[in-house]
């Protein structure tokens, strides 16, 4: 009866040791998720090749994000250098002009949160857009000529990533490829394209709440 009731209070002591540790499951930080939705903006800056040229491109985008998987919004889009075009000029413009296309689209975006964790992420984003595109012919004297606007559909699949330094501040690289749609214009495939980008990222809402808790800048916590 003695070695009975001692083994069974060895028993009750080792599992009320080991049941709370038992029942503490490490958190899983493969993916990042909130329990609400939260507005997210970001200044877009990307980059294309394009008849040999590097020509960068600026953006502001705007959207909503969805329980830390899911984002989408819109976009806008201005060409901040023209792009060299292989296209012959018009019979009627002298030799020695020099020609170029601008083009500016608003785009609606998605982008899904491949793996998250609070130190990096993986990415999709896809943009379709609309916009306006025109070829610029500048002759030998100086003289300026425009073509007519025309509309542009664009699409842009491309993958991103980032890696936070601290909680506020990461570095992210990306990179995929421009595709004109329903093209009817040789100018037009003058804008297809690779597009990649590098960028430093800011994260305000994380730095607000160190700056509000009055936690150290430059810390790991929470990565």
């Known amino acids: 009866m003695k070695v009975l009731l001692g083994s069974s209070l060895l028993w009750v002591l080792w599992a009320g040791g080991a049941g709370p540790a038992a029942a503490e499951t490490p958190p899983d930080t493969s993916r990042v998720r909130q329990s609400h939705r939260r507005v997210v903006f970001q200044f877009d800056q990307r980059y294309s090749l394009l008849n040999g040229g590097i020509v960068g491109i600026n953006g502001l985008k705007a959207g909503i994000e969805w329980r830390g998987r899911l984002r989408t919004g819109l976009g806008i889009y201005l060409l901040s250098d023209g792009v060299p075009t292989d296209v012959a000029l018009p019979s009627y413009l002298p030799p020695g002009t020099r020609d170029e296309l601008r083009f500016r689209y608003v785009a609606a975006y998605g982008e899904y949160v491949v793996v998250g964790t609070p130190r990096w992420e993986l990415s999709t984003p896809t943009q379709l857009g609309i916009g306006r595109y025109y070829a610029r012919y500048e002759k030998p004297d100086g003289q300026v000529e425009r073509t007519p606007k025309q509309l542009i559909y664009i699409l842009e699949p491309s993958v991103a990533g980032h890696v936070r330094i601290f909680r506020w501040v990461g570095l992210g690289a990306g990179g995929g490829y421009r595709q004109m749609l329903f093209q009817d214009n040789a100018l037009e495939s003058e804008l297809n394209g690779p597009i990649f980008f590098g960028r430093v990222k800011l994260f305000l809402g994380d730095l607000y709440k160190i700056v509000r ?11």
């Open 213 to 223: 808790g009055r936690q150290r800048l430059f810390s790991q916590q929470g990565l």
